[in-house]
Antibody, heavy 121, light 108 residues
């Protein structure tokens, strides 16, 4: 049973970067796909991107291309999501989640507890 | 704008049946999964593979799919079912994931 634990809340200045971590336990890290999802206050869920360590190349939503970097550190079974050039509308809860299933039938389970990122001057 | 469309809000009387739908062309190829989110909590998977329930999810919650529409049905809604519900699948390219805008379910 996979278990995901995320890093703590962050407060950042506009224009800076934030890195959120997601430590996985209970599964085979190299074959796990971890997706990142965010939720702005009072808003819906938004997919940011994901990575499978054994395949290496991450996928990013077009909206975040050029501003987001997702990496997987197999030595510590930890995934990282770094978002740069932060703006106030990046203020959100950021979740990691384990993607399971097949190419045309997949789902996110379990989810991390979420990391609040606040962007404020 | 999302490639998956959900009604923003739905209400149901206690004990009655409610259906929440998710529409999108990609659903003809890719299955939808459903998530329940209560205030202050992370989303929880309630339906995967169109109609499968994870352990611990009550059997009054069910899923189905036809054409470009996936549905979540709650039969005999309870007060604890009041939550936001999101569908999730692939976009039309199949390369990226996408969420519906979410449906706020109110149990009256």
């Amino acid at each position: 049973q996979v278990h995901l634990v995320q890093s703590g809340a962050e407060v950042k200045k506009p224009g800076s970067s934030v890195r959120v971590s997601c430590k996985a336990s209970g599964g085979t890290f190299s074959s796990q796909t971890i997706s990142w999802v965010r939720q702005a206050p009072g808003q819906g869920l938004e997919w940011i991107g994901g990575i499978t360590p054994m395949f290496g190349t991450p996928k990013y939503a077009q909206k975040f291309q050029g501003r987001v970097t997702i990496i997987a550190d197999e030595s510590t079974s930890t995934d990282y999501m770094e978002l740069s050039s932060l703006r106030s509308d990046d203020t959100a809860l950021y979740y990691c989640a384990n993607l399971r299933g097949s190419w045309n039938d997949n789902w996110l389970d379990p989810w991390g507890q979420g990391t609040l990122v606040t962007v404020s001057s | 704008s999302s490639e998956l469309t959900q009604d923003p809000a739905v209400s149901v009387a206690l004990g009655q049946t409610v259906r929440i739908t998710c529409q999108g062309d990609s659903l003809r190829t890719y299955s939808a999964s459903w998530y329940q989110q209560k205030p202050g909590q992370a989303p929880v998977l309630v339906i995967y593979g169109k109609h499968n329930r994870p352990s611990g999810i009550p059997d009054r919650i069910s899923g189905s799919s036809s054409g470009n529409t996936a549905s979540l049905t709650i039969t005999g809604a309870q007060a604890e079912d009041e939550a936001d519900y999101y569908c999730n699948s692939r976009d039309s390219s199949g390369y990226h994931a996408v969420f519906g805008g979410g449906t706020k379910l109110t149990v009256l």
